[in-house]
């Protein structure tokens, strides 16, 4: 899968409500923090812990997790190097769509190769996408281990298991890099909203 179109003789279709109409009506303006960083260092928590806060004090925003996209949209993908790249294009274009619509898009996805990460701000237009490196050292990870991968990973039960048997690209120069290890959740999803506020989208 190459992510090239196969469909001729298509174009866009701009409605009447433009992002401006739907970040006036939602007092926010959309975004895409995208999170990134190996299994197990604390992603998906933060986002839903951003995600809950967000909405408690009046703003829309969702969290797109990895395993809960590969139980619908990219149930057909794998795990090898071409799959996480469509894994990644997929959902890249779908948190692009959601950002249209005035959303903060909290993704929670490994992500582990710099090229696809790079690919998916691309699709964005400028100043939407942040890239959020969680950074957590793998052996904090596999000491937490919250779903036991780390275990069958050592034991070759799972194959192409990213900080194990396949790489982990740390990003060059995210726009926010957040420690986890000397920090409980709340401080955590701090670091994002406070990111979130210096940025301007919350303030309609």
């Known amino acids: 899968m190459t992510g090239e179109a196969k469909s001729q003789n298509?174009?866009?279709?701009?409605?009447?409500?433009t992002v401006g109409d739907r970040e006036r009506l939602l007092k926010?303006?959309?975004?895409?923090?995208?999170l990134t960083g190996l299994s197990g260092s604390g992603k998906s928590t933060i986002a839903v812990e951003t995600e809950k806060q967000l909405v408690n004090s009046g703003h829309a925003a969702y969290v797109l997790d990895g395993d809960n996209v590969?139980?619908?949209?990219?149930?057909?993908?794998?795990?090898?190097?071409?799959?996480?790249?469509e894994?990644?294009?997929?959902?890249?274009?779908?948190?692009k769509l959601m950002t249209d619509a005035g959303l903060i898009v909290l993704t929670a996805f490994i992500s582990p190769y710099r090229a696809d990460r790079e690919a998916a701000r691309e699709i964005f237009t400028d100043g939407k996408f942040f890239e959020a490196y969680v950074?957590?050292?793998l052996e904090t990870c596999e000491a937490r281990d919250p779903k036991g991968l780390?275990?069958?990973a050592r034991s070759g039960d799972i194959p192409e298991f990213t900080g194990i048997s396949a790489p982990y690209e740390v990003p060059n120069?995210?726009?926010l890099i957040v420690k986890t290890e000397n920090l409980v959740v709340d401080e955590?999803?701090?670091?994002?909203l406070s990111f979130i506020r210096s940025c301007g989208f919350l303030a309609g």
Not at 71 to 85: A, C, E, V, W
Not at 87 to 95: C, D, G
């Open 28 to 34: 926010q303006r959309g975004c895409t923090i995208w």
């Open 173 to 175: 120069d995210p726009e």
């Open 70 to 85: 590969r139980q619908g949209l990219n149930k057909d993908l794998g795990f090898s190097p071409q799959d996480r790249t």
């Open 188 to 192: 955590s999803a701090e670091q994002l």
């Open 150 to 152: 780390y275990v069958k």
């Open 135 to 137: 950074d957590t050292s």
């Open 10 to 17: 298509i174009s866009w279709h701009s409605g009447q409500v």
């Open 87 to 95: 894994n990644i294009r997929r959902i890249a274009e779908v948190a």
